[in-house]
Nanobody
Framework: QVQLTESGGGSVQAGDSLRLSCVTS????????MAWFRQAPGKEREYVAG????????YYADSVKGRFTISRDNAQNTVYLQMNSLKPEDTAVYYC?????????????WGQGTQVTVSS
């Protein structure tokens, strides 16, 4: 049973930083590409950032490029999303996902989500 558990969300002011973490279990972490998605109220789910199995390749949505950094620690079965210079439009529920392939729109495994709220 693959499980993904996010943490690190919260309420911050515009310009602040947050780091999301996602601890996984029930699978061989290094066999999976990881990604973060987000969904704001009334909006479609958005792919935010992805990282390949080794951590050597990353991808970012244009809306977060230069502000967010995805990384992973295969020894700790954890993926991170460092979010800097947060904007109100970053407000959303953030989901950690895992899939054997990178860049898929419907990863096989999802966490329960963590709320990020950015006020102006």
């Amino acid at each position: 049973q693959v499980q993904l558990t996010e943490s690190g969300g919260g309420s911050v002011q515009a310009g602040d930083s947050l780091r999301l973490s996602c601890v996984t279990s029930g699978h061989i972490f290094s066999n999976f590409a990881m990604a973060w998605f987000r969904q704001a109220p009334g909006k479609e789910r958005e792919y935010v950032a992805g990282i390949n199995r080794s951590g050597g390749g990353t991808y970012y949505a244009d809306s977060v490029k230069g502000r967010f950094t995805i990384s992973r620690d295969n020894a700790q079965n954890t993926v991170y999303l460092q979010m800097n210079s947060l904007k109100p439009e970053d407000t959303a529920v953030y989901y950690c996902t895992a899939d054997r392939l990178m860049g898929v729109s419907q990863p096989d495994y999802w966490g329960q989500g963590t709320q990020v709220t950015v006020s102006s």
